[in-house]
């Protein structure tokens, strides 16, 4: 079911995620999980929420843009691409394959556009 139908509100601070542990390769700090759940489409792209609990962990991106909506993390990028400090309300567009490590200091919630 499509969520995003139009004329009404979600409310991404509060939208229930079903976390798991982040896969043990993936893994640079801590005991880090992640959930995310898809709200629909809209222009071809997926939306979505995703959240992170504290801790690091080695990704590997999808060409999207995000909105912080709660907590704060460090992003560092593999190809020494200057690291991003990340709070509530912060923008940001990653590109599909850049590696990172998320380090995440207070649970991180974003709504996403990919």
């Given at each position: ?8 509100v ?8 079903d ?5 043990s390769e ?6 880090p999980?992640?959930?995310?759940t898809?709200?629909?489409t ?6 979505g929420?995703?959240?992170m ?34 709070g ?27």
């Amino acid at each position: 079911m499509n969520a995003l139908a139009p004329h009404i509100v979600i409310k991404a601070g509060t939208v229930p995620l079903d976390s798991s542990e982040v896969p043990s390769e993936q893994v640079a700090e801590g005991r880090p999980r992640t959930g995310s759940t898809p709200l629909g489409t809209f222009a071809g792209l997926e939306i979505g929420v995703w959240e992170m609990s504290a801790g690091a962990m080695r990704d590997t991106e999808a060409d999207e843009v995000f909105v912080v909506i709660a907590g704060s993390a460090r992003v560092e990028f593999e190809d020494g691409t200057a690291a991003l400090e990340l709070g509530v309300g912060d923008v940001v567009r990653l590109l599909a394959g850049a590696k990172t490590v998320w380090t995440v200091h207070e649970p991180l919630r974003k709504v996403y556009l990919a």
